[in-house]
């Protein structure tokens, strides 16, 4: 994701540094022009550039002429936005990196595919000579067995030599001479015959370890097919996410090691192979010289049966057949040598192959180590990418966040809840999905309604598979900052059943699944002890009501709703000149920890008012509003921050004719639609800029007129039911939700003071 990018331009660790608010000569880019540097000046921005862009305060020269401020509002938003579009630049090249990167591993794969493909040629040749020595082995046990069957004839013979030879001896004192003679020539016939089974002892063993060597050979190629089908399964997790190339690489060096490994058992086999051919050659030796002797020796009997002939007649047929015997011997001796050289031939061919196997195998130990640098140096500029790819992101953000604020725009975020058992059937098609573009990756969504796709571009969309910290990781900063001095406002938007309470509260009693208001409280609290090393105390209040069929309930009040105190007390909203909030007669209670809080958001759900309804078990038929108050003092400063956090809970849009409410519960939908049409009419006119806005056609919006007309931060998350029954409710929010995100507000402003002696700051 990160290297060369286009016109030859090169992103490194090093930003050029260039002057954002003028007053000096930007730097210009070293290499060809780019689109970059056409539309925004050639100019890059490092981490200080725009800290100081974000940091800068406009202050106009003539700060009563409207008209300068504008302009210098344009500058900064012009500034701003040149910003924005050279990170975007910077992505696309990232982005061109990273297919470039694809690219080589691809080329990695090759490599290894061919690899692959030389080891099933080595085994086959491998195969083929290990069939070809077997044939051999098989030729000589066959020899073998026709030389016993010699020896046991020729043992036959002698015996008949013997008694041969005793009546010669009674005859003839020679021919018993001569008879020991032959029986020393057995004896050494049969030296000769034991030293050939040595022979054949050692052919079979070197066939055991040609058949060793195979079966090695075999193993090195089951590692390689294993090593493989985990270069497979290593390429599926590259595409999925880069960062485990990290896993990819160490395969690669347990790969390299088993390579080494089986170079390191391939010399071992060579050098015992080596000491065979020796034993072989000294083997060939005695077999040459025990002929020579035979030879020698069927000369000399040659000679012997000439002089039994002449000595008697009797033994003219015992010496035919020692004649024909020594003929026997010679024609042995014959074949034998030409075994020899066949031995010889084939060594010589092994020796041949295993030169070739040493070669290859130093090949391909060569080329992994090549592949592991690469692998390396991929991995290395990877992680760099990843790096410089986060602190982009970090950076348009901020940028983005910073544009809006300056906008007073009402930020707004889409969530998708997960499909229900009970929502879709198998046939339907898919309602709702997510473009994949790099502009509106995360940003987007499209509904599919009759055939036509509705496409909505907000802040930020949550997938259904989003988890409760993922949600909340966009909204920690917006809650900081009521620990800044701001007015925060979070509520949540949708029809019956999207999940804005689960959103908003979460599961009790699962940590993992806790919405935003437990997890907000749990962030202020740790807050503010990180902020007291720095001289900041803080005091916090809480409250909690419900509007319910246009009426304001205290959720902490100890008194039921029916009871006579309660009935007297008067709800009465009142604004002040300073844009804060006053519900008179409203119950608020001074909290130090978040399980203060937690207690008293369990005691307030108990007094929420639920009904169940054709479309949600447990739907909530009253508007639900959180309101904490902050004060801070640095008492090193005396500097005093106001902020106020609300998070709302609105009731759920419904359509009578689905949810079937009747009784109390049409009362209760009837007003909740009533309010929610409210709240969808001072939208209207805000967007369309009116001079009134009918903030006071309902109590919920005369409640949330600070929020959505005044200075205050605020953030609207509509919450989209995937259902394809819901397709028309979940349109209309997303238009409805597009229409709040097009309002202009007032800038958000941070109230701050001077300590005073027993400050204390109203409802927000």
């Known amino acids: ?183 020393r020539e057995s004896s050494s016939a049969n030296q000769k015959i034991l030293s050939l089974n040595d022979m054949y002892k050692r052919l079979q063993e070197y066939n055991t370890s040609l058949q060793q060597y195979n079966s090695k050979l075999q193993a090195e190629l089951n590692q390689t097919n294993e090593i493989l089908k985990n270069v497979e399964k290593e390429k599926v997790a590259v595409l999925e996410n880069l960062s485990n190339l990290r896993g990819y690489c160490t395969s690669l060096q347990d790969q390299l090691t088993a390579t080494k490994e089986s170079n390191d058992e391939a010399m071992k086999l060579k050098d015992a192979l080596a000491s065979e051919v020796g034993c072989l050659r000294l083997d060939l030796q005695q077999v040459r010289d025990e002929r020579d002797r035979q030879l020698s020796h069927v000369q000399e009997l040659s000679v012997e049966v000439l002089k039994y002939k002449e000595l008697t007649g009797k033994s003219a047929d015992e010496l035919r057949n020692l004649t024909t015997k020594s003929n026997e011997l010679e024609a042995r001796c014959a074949s034998q040598s030409d075994q020899i050289k066949q031995l010889q031939e084939k060594l010589d061919a092994a020796e041949n192959k295993l030169a070739m196997s040493d070669l290859s195998a130093y090949e391909i130990r060569t080329g992994y180590e090549e592949q592991k640098r690469v692998n390396s140096e991929l991995q290395f500029r990877l992680d760099e990418a990843e790096l410089k790819l986060v602190e982009g992101e970090a950076l348009r953000k901020k940028l983005h966040n910073t544009i809006l604020e300056l906008k007073g725009n009402i930020r707004v975020f889409c969530r998708v809840r997960p499909l229900l058992l009970d929502d879709a059937a198998e046939d339907e098609p898919k309602a709702v999905s997510f473009p994949t573009t ?267 007129q600070p929020c959505l007309g005044g200075d205050s931060k605020t953030l609207m998350v509509v919450n989209v039911s995937p259902a394809p029954s819901s397709i028309n409710e979940s349109l209309c929010s997303l238009r409805f939700a597009a229409r709040v995100n097009a309002c202009e507000i007032g800038t958000p402003r941070r109230q701050t003071s001077v300590k005073q002696l027993d400050a204390r700051f109203s409802h927000g």
């Open 438 to 704: 790099t502009e509106n990756l995360g940003r987007g969504i499209e509904l599919l309604q009759h055939g036509q796709k509705h496409s909505f571009v907000f802040d930020k969309v949550f997938v259904p598979e989003s988890s409760q910290e993922e949600v909340f990781v966009e909204v920690s900063q917006l809650v900081q900052s009521a620990l800044d001095g701001y007015k925060v406002c979070i509520f949540a938007y949708g029809q019956t059943g999207s999940g804005k309470t689960h959103t908003m509260m979460g599961t009790s009693g699962n940590d993992d699944d806790k919405g935003l208001i437990p997890r907000s409280l749990e962030q202020i609290f740790e807050s503010r002890q990180t902020l007291q090393n720095q001289g900041w105390k803080y005091e916090m209040q809480v409250s909690m009501l419900e509007i319910y069929n246009e009426t304001i309930r205290d959720l902490l009040t100890i008194n039921r709703p029916g009871s006579t105190e309660a009935r007297t007390k008067q709800y009465v909203i009142k604004h002040d000149a300073n844009g804060n909030t006053h519900v008179s007669d409203l119950t608020v209670v001074d909290v130090r920890s978040s399980r203060e809080v937690a207690f008293l958001l369990n005691r307030a759900a108990q007094s929420r008012s639920v009904g169940m309804t054709q479309m949600n078990e447990q739907s909530s038929r009253s508007h639900f509003v959180f309101t904490m108050r902050i004060t801070g003092v640095n008492e090193s400063t005396e500097q005093q921050v106001h902020g106020v956090l609300n998070l709302i809970d609105l009731a759920g849009s419904e359509r009578l004719s689905k949810s079937g409410s009747t009784g109390d519960r049409l009362k209760e939908t009837q007003a909740i639609n009533k309010s929610l049409s409210s709240l969808s009419d001072v939208i209207f006119a805000l967007a369309k800029k009116e001079e009134h806005v009918p903030f006071r056609n309902s109590k919920l919006t005369y409640l949330l």
């Open 1 to 183: 994701m990160v290297g060369p990018a286009n016109g030859g331009r090169t992103v490194t660790s090093r930003q050029v540094l260039s002057v954002v608010n003028g007053g000096q000569d930007p730097v210009m880019r070293v290499g060809p022009a780019s689109i970059a540097s056409s539309d925004c000046g050639g100019t890059e921005f490092t981490r200080e550039d725009v800290e100081a862009l974000l940091s800068e305060r406009i202050k106009p020269k003539n700060k009563f002429s409207l008209k300068e401020k504008c302009d210098v509002m344009a500058d900064y938003i012009k500034r701003l936005k040149m910003c924005i579009k050279w990170f975007q630049e910077l992505e696309a090249d990232l982005l061109l990196e990273q297919d470039k990167h694809w690219k080589m591993l691809e080329t990695a794969e090759k490599k290894c595919n061919d690899i692959e493909m030389v080891m099933g040629q080595k085994e086959e040749e491998l195969n083929s000579i290990i069939v070809a020595l077997r044939k051999n082995y098989t030729a000589l046990q066959e020899k073998l067995a026709k030389e016993e069957s010699d020896k046991l004839a020729a043992m036959v013979s002698l015996n008949k030599e013997k008694d041969a030879r005793l009546s010669v001896e009674r005859s003839q004192a020679p021919i018993k001479e001569e008879l020991e003679r032959a029986q």
